[in-house]
């Protein structure tokens, strides 16, 4: 049973993540009255993109070369960790969570230098916004997780997500939706979504990721693509794992309550992009702050209450 | 014991011999090699004799007044590991010099002994004697290019730096000493004397706000003594508050732990927002140290604070994991402050903003940079993730049992300075490597394959055994230095944790190896061509446009300038279209060199203005003086 469920896992993270895009911008688009793309159109996008050819800038390094490669191996390798549907993910160790925020740390590290090594003015100022804007993100995530960690007395993904069920939505509910409300906006400005970034935008002085991104093409654009997907599955993910524990209901059922609520989440980013601009740049740290404070106060109702 | 005795007869021999050898290449030939080879028995020593249950001849003296223990042994394998890599380092670093260098190599042996010293000291007297001895040597050889005005101004500042740690020290040994002036076991109802101690200590530690010396100091001085004293010297302002803590008991442990820790969180948190607004390297790397001792200190405060609730088991690993970030932080900023030495070296420039594009011309220097950078910043792969998850799981265990409050802020204060390590370091790395040169540098420039490199390369390799093969390193390190702690049932978990993580990179590794053979497939069907990077249609970019360091963390500052509060200098203009040239600088402040310790130094020279009298000049009058003060004495002895 485990070789199945983790050989599910690996199609899932690699198959999956970029029709929770596509679902995303079909919400999108019924939102605009368009009929908009298809839902697997980034599928398209992805197969075109592998057997295009690479333009290199002269500037660029070995770093620039390989981060593509490293940045996407690494998200995959923290997805497949998330535990999903009351299984483990591959592995599980008492403050592996830890690990994974620093594994995020490394990914943020390489996109930041891939990003800086093109010597562009745009792509520096892409690289200084994730830089900044992560601060906040992590405290916030952090303290999701000290929130999380004290109301099931675990310190490891699996076991915080096995003895979070929906049950304890009785009695934790005002902690756990706080923690979920803050952990969308982490979602949103680490997957770089409105109202922090506007994913659609190309050459505005206000982008984030896909100015970072501006110098990558062919395969190496694609890799980024797929990985800014799988990291919004990763994040999705675990707001799932919160807001639908799908543990106690076995395989398939699980399964399915699993894809429902990523099918959900992906709805409320669409809803949430189609009837949100996105903020004035200067505001966003307070915005973040502002998140942050969503998770302190769950925090003070978790310690107490108990 | 007895080895480290010869180490240091070979050691006083050569610093007295180098005195005498005129030629300035023989002599950074010889010494290298007697330092690196020396070190590197010493690196063996120090974790083999500390099994060495009996001894040569009977030495009760020797251990009536110095310690051979756990502590002193751990620290001087640190002392000579970067002596090690120092001592290569040197031989072609120090060719820049056309001076005679007799004296400086004289006080690096002089400074190495001295540490061995304060080390191994069980005495108050001999602790201080070394102490000093330690600050002296040191201080002429962050002098050693005494032409410069700045240099003098750096020396001066430290130096009274340290005239009044040790004062301050000798207060405290003078209370906690027994009568022959030896440390004992004491038990302490105040804090007063522990202040003293953590104050005395912190001069030398350069915690916030007793740093000031420190980034004046490490830009001032030779790289390789930045090495030495940014990853040795400073940890033994630790290592006295380790020691310290080892013979002080009180019934106030909890306050202790948390004035430590809070200690700790104000400089990791201020040192990194100094560190952001620098433009000079050296000075960048001088408020990481800071930064890190922060992280040190949170880690100790942590320990202290998680034994008063009686976790024993998460306080020995909040311990252990401080004693290893010591360890980790000498390594990885010794490895920076050496590639910054080369890189100052080969372009003469140490301003981020004039440097650039240095990877391709510069590649073993650039791997040693990037490596040091991300493990300074502690990210997984490398040693600084390892004794940061120590931390962390530590905390988040207390957390489990039920005690929050101080667990969560150094938690909260882990993360924010690890996301502004990251945010600096990947500015620094990107300022001097990646990109074009934002000055013309000379096209000549080339690295040598040198010692300058190998030493680097080793210290790289130690960031990554340590941080890839955790599980055993860790073991290696802790059964050896204290077995005394280890009992190998506590620590089941946290090694297994480290398998663990060292399977997880086994996977990431595999997953890199895939994809970048799926990288590699699907490139050969399709052409790769090589162009200028994309500028959105402008057709002229100059390297001057892209984002410098100041940029970079510009929103980072902005946010934070009630703290860094940076000066800028900027003409106004009015024309709505401007002709000619306009500059606009930043410069960053020492905020409390200008905002505390100035206006004091100000009000002190005026107060003392008044009671220059006293000195007058005149030898009788200060006879007198003595005479009154000896008759006081006497008084009020009887």
């Known amino acids: ?306 | 014991m007895i080895i480290i005795l010869i180490l240091l007869v070979i050691f006083i021999l050569f610093s007295f011999l180098s005195l005498f050898i005129k030629n300035n290449n023989k002599l950074n030939l010889i010494n290298s090699l007697v330092l690196s080879i020396s070190s590197f028995l010493g690196i063996l020593i120090s974790a083999v004799s500390i099994y060495q249950k009996y001894d040569y001849f009977k030495a009760d003296f020797i251990y009536k007044y110095f310690y051979f223990d756990y502590y002193s042994y751990f620290f001087m394998l640190v002392l000579f590991i970067i002596s090690f890599s120092v001592g290569i380092y040197s031989k072609d670093y120090l060719k820049k010099y056309a001076k005679p260098l007799n004296f400086f190599w004289f006080n690096f042996y002089l400074l190495i002994i001295s540490m061995i010293g304060v080390l191994n000291s069980k005495n108050s007297f001999i602790f201080l004697f070394f102490w000093e001895t330690m600050a002296f040597s040191s201080f002429f050889l962050v002098m050693t290019e005494y032409e410069k005005k700045s240099v003098v101004n750096a020396g001066l500042i430290y130096l009274i730096a340290n005239g009044i740690g040790a004062l301050l020290l000798l207060t405290a040994f003078s209370i906690i000493s027994d009568s022959n002036g030896n440390f004992q076991s004491i038990y302490l109802k105040n804090s007063f004397v522990y202040l003293l101690i953590l104050l005395g200590f912190g001069l030398k530690a350069g915690f916030i706000p007793l740093h000031i010396w420190l980034p004046e100091a490490h830009p001032s001085a030779p790289a390789n003594i930045s090495a030495i004293m940014s990853g040795v010297m400073i940890k033994m302002g630790i290592y006295g508050i380790v020691r310290m803590n080892s013979l002080i008991n009180s019934n106030n442990y909890l306050f202790i732990g948390k004035t430590i820790l809070f200690i700790g969180i104000i400089s990791a948190i201020l040192g990194v927002l100094f560190a952001l607004a620098q433009h000079e390297i050296k000075k960048l790397l001088a408020y990481h140290s800071i930064e890190n001792i922060g992280i040190i200190l949170i880690a100790l405060g942590l320990s202290i604070i998680l034994r008063s609730y009686g976790l024993y088991d998460l306080s020995l690993i909040a311990f252990l994991g401080a004693l290893l970030h010591t360890l980790n932080h000498a390594v990885f900023k010794s490895l920076l402050f050496m590639s910054s030495g080369t890189i100052i070296n080969t372009t003469h420039i140490s301003n981020l903003e004039e440097l650039g594009g240095l990877s391709k011309k510069m590649p073993f220097t650039s791997f040693s940079f990037l490596i040091g950078s991300a493990a300074i910043s502690g990210l997984p792969f490398l040693n600084g993730f390892i004794s940061e998850f120590m931390i962390y799981y530590a905390a988040f265990n207390a957390i489990k049992e039920g005690f929050y409050s101080f667990n969560i802020i150094a938690i909260l204060s882990l993360a924010i300075v690890g996301t502004l390590a990251l945010a600096c370091f990947t500015k620094a790395y990107s300022a001097i490597f990646l990109g074009e040169p934002r000055t013309p540098i000379p096209h000549n420039i080339k690295e040598k394959k040198d010692n300058m490199i190998l030493s680097m390369l080793i210290l790289v390799l130690v960031c990554f055994i340590i941080g890839l093969f955790p599980y055993n390193s860790t073991q290696f390190l802790f059964s050896t230095f204290f077995p005394k702690f280890f009992n190998p049932l506590n620590y089941l978990d946290i090694l297994k944790i480290f398998m663990y993580i060292s399977g997880s990179y086994l996977f990431i590794f595999s997953f890199i190896a895939i994809f970048h053979l799926v990288k590699r497939a699907a490139l050969k069907q399709s052409c790769v061509e090589y162009s200028n990077t994309w500028d959105c249609g402008y057709a002229m970019p100059s390297p001057k446009m892209q984002y410098g360091a100041s940029s970079f963390v510009q929103p980072i500052t902005e946010f934070f300038r009630f703290i860094i509060n940076s000066k800028s200098d900027y003409p106004k203009i009015n024309e709505y279209f401007p002709s000619k040239e306009y500059h606009f600088s930043t410069h960053p402040r020492a905020v409390f060199q200008e905002g505390i310790y100035k206006p004091i130094g100000d009000k002190l020279k005026k107060l003392s203005s008044r009671f220059s009298f006293v000195q007058s000049g005149s030898l009788r009058l200060y006879i007198l003086y003595i005479l009154i003060a000896l008759v006081f004495l006497i008084l009020w002895k009887i």
């Open chain 1, 1 to 306: 049973m485990e070789n199945i469920t983790i050989f599910f896992k690996v199609i899932i993270t690699l198959f999956l993540p970029p029709l929770f895009v596509g679902i995303i911008n079909k919400v999108k688009a019924l939102f605009g009255g368009r009929e908009g793309q298809s839902v697997f159109q980034l599928y398209y996008d992805l197969f075109k993109l592998f057997n295009k050819g690479i333009v290199y800038s002269k500037t660029t390094t070995l770093i620039f070369y390989y981060a593509p490669i490293i940045i996407f191996s690494l998200i995959f390798f923290s997805n497949l960790v998330m535990p999903c549907c009351g299984f483990s993910g591959i592995l599980s160790f008492n403050g592996d969570f830890i690990f994974i925020i620093y594994i995020l740390g490394l990914i943020r590290f390489f996109i930041i230098l891939s990003a800086m090594d093109c010597g562009s003015s745009f792509e520096g100022m892409g690289a200084s916004r994730e830089a900044w804007f992560s601060v906040f993100g992590e405290l916030a995530f952090f303290l999701s997780l000290i929130v999380l960690s004290s109301i099931t007395k675990e310190n490891s993904l699996y076991s915080i997500f096995s003895k979070l069920k929906l049950s304890l939505w009785t009695t934790n509910s005002a902690v756990l939706a706080l923690v979920v409300i803050s952990m969308f906006f982490v979602l949103l400005v680490e997957a770089s979504r409105v109202p922090f970034d506007d994913p659609n935008t190309h050459l505005e002085l206000t982008m984030i990721h896909e100015v970072m991104i501006l110098d990558n093409s062919g395969v190496d654009f694609a890799f980024m693509v797929y990985a800014s997907s799988l990291k919004m599955w990763f994040f999705a993910s675990f707001i799932s794992n919160i807001l639908l524990p799908s543990g106690e209901l076995g395989f398939s059922y699980g399964f399915g309550l699993y894809l429902f609520s990523m099918f959900l989440i992906a709805t409320i980013i669409g809803i949430i992009e189609s009837t949100m601009a996105r903020v004035r740049l200067l505001k966003v740290p307070q915005l973040l702050l502002g998140s942050f404070l969503i998770a302190l106060v769950a925090f003070v109702f978790q310690v107490f209450k108990g």
